[in-house]
T-cell receptor, first 111, second 117 residues
Framework: SQQGEEDPQALSIQEGENATMNCSYK?????LQWYRQNSGRGLVHLIL?????REKHSGRLRVTLDTSKKSSSLLITASRAADTASYFC???????????FGQGTRLTINP | EPEVTQTPSHQVTQMGQEVILRCVPI?????FYWYRQILGQKVEFLVS????????KSEIFDDQFSVERPDGSNFTLKIRSTKLEDSAMYFC???????????????FGDGTRLSIL
């Protein structure tokens, strides 16, 4: 599999439920960033977690990083219809100045 | 909140023509990037730029591509002779930091949709 794989590819839940998305990567990283993209729009930066951090919170978002498993997860609590979007993880490769993106998870929140 | 701005939002060009995509990064950022996203595919890195030179480029970024920071505010991507497969959404990004590497968030513009006919 390639650097930056996410699962599930698509997730549909009811408003108010929690949504969890997972991401895996292959090589050593400096940080891992999560982005949201509404259909046909730009990438909105959500949260960054550094390689020496294990968990980070921002509002309704919680990100974890397990460097031993080369994986990260994004949890959105108390989901809202406005959270409907595609979510991407992007890893900043160690020793390089580039982000490697995953395929993304398409999240649908049903009212 | 400061943001990255890109122009135009949509560019339609005949194959073989030159195209220049423009970006205004966030004003105090020193690291600049271009990425592209072909419809339905993942976002791909093209090039990073720091201290007036390319830091890194992907295999996509061949000699048909070039970047320039012509003044203190703009950052441009030029494609010299466009091909059909260059059709994609092109994103500019910038990040803060000091030194050769930035470990800060990369902030993206809304993109330029490039359509090659």
């Amino acid at each position: 599999s390639q650097q930056g794989e996410e699962d599930p590819q698509a997730l549909s839940i009811q408003e108010g439920e929690n949504a969890t998305m997972n991401c895996s990567y292959k090589t050593s990283i400096n940080n891992l960033q999560w982005y949201r993209q509404n259909s046909g729009r730009g990438l909105v930066h959500l949260i960054l977690i550094r390689s020496n951090e294990r968990e980070k919170h921002s509002g309704r978002l919680r990100v974890t990083l397990d460097t031993s498993k080369k994986s990260s997860s994004l949890l959105i609590t108390a989901s809202r219809a406005a959270d409907t979007a595609s979510y991407f993880c992007a890893s900043l490769i160690q020793g390089a100045q580039k982000l490697v993106f995953g395929q993304g998870t398409r999240l649908t929140i049903n009212p | 909140e400061p943001e990255v701005t890109q122009t135009p939002s949509h560019q339609v060009t005949q194959m073989g023509q030159e195209v220049i995509l423009r970006c205004v990064p966030i004003s105090n950022h020193l690291y600049f990037y271009w990425y592209r996203q072909i419809l339905g595919q993942k976002v791909e890195f093209l090039v990073s730029f720091y201290n007036n030179e390319i830091s890194e480029k992907s295999e996509i970024f061949d000699d048909q591509f070039s970047v320039e920071r012509p003044d203190g505010s703009n950052f441009t991507l030029k494609i010299r002779s466009t091909k059909l497969e260059d059709s994609a959404m092109y994103f500019c990004a910038s990040s803060a930091g000091t030194g050769k590497w930035s470990n800060q968030p990369q902030h993206f513009g809304d993109g330029t949709r490039l359509s090659i006919l």
